[in-house]
């Protein structure tokens, strides 16, 4: 079973908590907040993003390459964690 099945529902609490923060961020564009608040707010975000991408990652390399069952399952891990980190890197 993959690791995000097994955390599911840990991931989910995460991307709807993160979802909440966006829409906070249209609350406060919609209600004329002040720039500051509005970029702390997506500071917030932006970091909440970040750590749930991060986690993700480390789950992926643990999983499909330090724990891979194959060496060809191994390499396939690895380049797609390559893969991830060059879009993520644009």
């Not at 209600?31 to 993003?49: D, P």
């Amino acid at each position: 079973m993959s690791h995000t099945l097994r955390q599911k529902d840990k991931l989910l609490a995460r991307v709807r908590r993160i979802r909440g923060q966006m829409e906070g961020i249209e609350r406060a564009l919609e209600g004329g907040s002040a720039c500051g608040e509005v970029l702390r707010q997506l500071a917030s975000a932006r970091g909440a993003m970040a750590g749930l991408t991060a986690e993700l990652m480390a789950d992926h390399l643990q999983e499909h390459v330090v724990e891979a069952a194959t060496e060809a399952e191994r390499r396939a891990g690895g380049q797609e964690m390559l893969d991830v980190i060059r879009s993520y890197m644009k």
